[in-house]
């Protein structure tokens, strides 16, 4: 973990010719430097840079990683293979937790995916006016969030933004979407998101964790019954990430497009 923030800390502080070469808008390129969200699709940009790049299966797509700084590859491999052993165990646990086999979310997530985004926040001279990145919920099924030593993550819980203050050597971990989506709501996904500050940089890691594009998703049938009908039709997990990305980042936007709204339905 200490030496991931690190090099994330070295990538951010080279020159900008150094990383010029991976700027690109295209939401579809797999390795990626970029800036707010969707600027395409975006009134009111995020005071952000991010890095985006795969990480599963880490021996076929490190090579499209930066090359610099020098050490970065080596290092975001030993990181990624690493946070996807704890995923593991989490979707384990999760499946468990739902009355399904063990294995039941490790099988229905297909080839699975594992992304990282490197935020790069940088100090904001009217940090009451901008957000880092707006309130959302994430496509994933998990996200295991690096933070670092400053503050910034807000969740929104009743109503009402609340602070998550950094722990040393602590993850954050929130479920996504697709978890609210298979437990056909017993979970939901957590609505997060990032403030800024006049003072100082801040960087935080996120990895995304979750189906291949072509994993179909959908409530687990043994938890839908006559009492408890299906919030959300299936689909091809591809399907929902070009909702995701064609869209303003805003709430739960994406998930909404995928429910199935049933008469004198109050739920939310």
Known sequence: MKNMMEIAKEFFEMPVEDR??????????QVRLSTSFNISKEKVLNWRDYLLHICHPVEEVMNSWPEKPAAYREIAAKYSVEVRALVLRLLAAISEALGLDPDYLNICFGKHHQGMTINYYPPCPNPDLTLGLQGHSDASAITVLMQGNENGLQVLKNGKWLAVNPIANAFVINLGDQLQVVSNGRFRSVEHRAVTNASTARISISTFYGPSKDAFIAPAASIVDGQH???????????????FWGQELKRKRALDQFKIEYPEDNRE
């Open 20 to 29: 010029a070469s991976l700027y690109s808008e295209d939401t579809n390129q």
């Open 229 to 243: 009908p299906a919030l959300y039709r299936g689909y091809q997990f591809g399907d929902f990430m070009r909702v």
